[in-house]
């Protein structure tokens, strides 16, 4: 099941919270001690900067799918959030020394050496997001597209009935977003079945893979499911979609909606689940999100926007679309599918 560890980070006792949830989570991923201790020391360093810089905020940490599918480990992610001033110089706040507050200046610069992937968002005056990876096995090559996401479970809760993996077979990177009923364990249950049998269909195309996971889901809540497919050298991409989940899609510069059906996958799938297929090039991107972020949010922006990490695009998404006066409503998951940059982070 989608076990997020949620610390809000609003004073000093908490930093521990912080080192302990990335201890936690790296034995889940399956870290070896070295890399275990990496982690506590990053999660140690965003939670010190949250209180630092903004104030406070959140830090997500969990155990994530590597970013091109490959691979059966997976990857632990820890996402520091705040509704903060933002970061007026981007480029020096990694340098080692820089400091707007009398310390060291160690922190991000140590995050970005010891994290196998690092990404930062500091928009002045809506607050910053930093996310890193560590992996538990080597990193394989990139595959023309990659993918990230956020998870926030409802009220802090252990479990998310969101969920999102991806898998890559037959030469095609396929995302998935998954909303199980309700939120808690059995909501929880069914997304995480949904997991399972994308890792068995996942040469199969979105509209097939969704007929796989019905049968897959019968005997759970069932769960609102989308389904996003890349093949990096035919340059397509395909959607298809059940239920309660929203798909934007960004192409020459404007987002555009990519439509689901209605229905429950493993409770009540439509006889037919029509595919959406358009070009896949370096400047599209797309993102998946469950009902838990507000009705009317507004996409992110910015000229490097499709290059951006896509863990780094979820978590803005979510900063922006909430505040810290107004949390979450339900379990909420942003996935997102972006083309491989010229040279991964």
């Given at each position: 099941?989608?076990?997020v560890?949620?610390v809000?980070v609003?004073?000093?006792?908490r930093?521990?919270?912080a080192?302990v949830?990335?201890?936690?989570a790296?034995?889940?991923a399956?870290?070896?001690?070295s890399?275990?201790?990496?982690a506590?020391l990053?999660a140690?360093?965003?939670?010190?900067n949250?209180l630092?810089h903004?104030g406070?905020?959140q830090?997500?940490?969990?155990?994530?799918?590597p970013?091109t599918?490959?691979?059966?480990a997976?990857?632990?992610?820890?996402?520091?959030?705040?509704?903060?001033p933002?970061i007026?110089d981007?480029p020096?706040?990694?340098?080692?020394?820089?400091?707007?507050t009398g310390?060291l200046?160690?922190?991000?610069?140590?995050?970005?050496r010891?994290?196998?992937?690092?990404g930062?968002?500091?928009?002045?005056g809506?607050?910053t997001v930093?996310?890193?990876?560590l992996?538990?096995?080597p990193?394989?090559p990139a595959?023309?597209a990659?993918?990230?996401?956020?998870?926030v479970?409802?009220?802090?809760?252990a479990?998310?009935?969101?969920?999102?993996?991806?898998?890559?077979a037959?030469?095609r990177?396929?995302?998935m977003?998954?909303d199980?009923l309700?939120?808690g364990?059995?909501?929880?249950?069914a997304s995480?079945?949904?997991?399972?049998?994308?890792r068995?269909?996942a040469?199969?195309?979105?509209?097939?893979?969704?007929?796989?996971?019905?049968?897959?889901?019968?005997?759970?809540?069932?769960a609102?499911?989308a389904v996003a497919?890349?093949?990096?050298?035919a340059?397509?991409l395909?959607?298809a979609?059940?239920?309660?989940?929203?798909?934007?899609?960004?192409?020459?510069g404007?987002?555009?909606?990519?439509?689901?059906?209605?229905?429950?996958?493993?409770?009540?799938?439509p006889?037919t689940?029509p595919e959406?297929?358009?070009p896949?090039?370096a400047?599209?991107?797309?993102?998946l999100?469950t009902?838990?972020l507000?009705?009317r949010?507004?996409?992110?922006?910015?000229p490097?926007?499709?290059?951006?990490d896509?863990?780094v695009?979820?978590?803005v998404?979510v900063r922006?679309?909430g505040?810290?006066?107004?949390?979450?409503?339900?379990d909420t998951?942003?996935?997102?599918l972006s083309?491989?940059?010229?040279?991964?982070?």
């Open positions: 099941m989608a076990r560890w949620d809000p609003h004073d000093s006792t930093v521990r919270d080192r949830a990335a201890e936690e790296a034995a889940l399956g870290l070896d001690e890399r275990t201790a990496a506590a990053i140690t360093e965003l939670a010190t949250l630092k903004a406070g905020g830090l997500l940490v969990e155990a994530v799918a970013p599918g490959q691979g059966a997976p990857s632990l992610q820890i996402a520091a959030v705040d509704h903060g933002g007026a981007m020096a706040v990694l340098v080692d020394g820089f400091s707007t310390s200046g160690a922190g991000l610069g140590t995050c970005r010891l994290a196998d992937a690092f930062l968002d500091g928009s002045p809506r607050g930093a996310v890193a990876r992996d538990a096995t990193r394989v595959v023309g990659r993918a990230g996401g956020i998870n479970p409802f009220a802090g809760a479990y998310s009935g969101d969920l999102w993996t991806c898998v890559h037959a030469g990177l396929t995302l977003l998954a199980g309700g939120h364990p059995e909501a929880a249950r995480t079945a949904a997991a399972e049998e994308l068995r269909c040469h199969l195309s979105p509209a097939e893979v969704l007929r796989s996971l019905d049968g897959a889901l019968r005997g759970t809540r069932g609102a499911v497919q890349v093949d990096p050298r340059g397509r395909r959607f979609g059940v239920g309660n989940t929203g798909a934007r899609l960004y192409e020459g404007v987002w555009r909606p990519l439509l689901s059906r209605p229905g429950i996958v493993g409770v009540h799938r006889a689940v959406t297929e358009v896949w090039a400047d599209r991107l797309l993102i999100h009902d838990g507000p009705s949010w507004v996409p992110p922006s910015g490097g926007l499709p290059g951006a896509p863990a695009t979820a978590a998404t922006d679309a505040s810290s006066a107004r949390p979450v409503r339900d998951a942003v996935a997102v083309p491989d940059p010229p040279d991964l982070p």
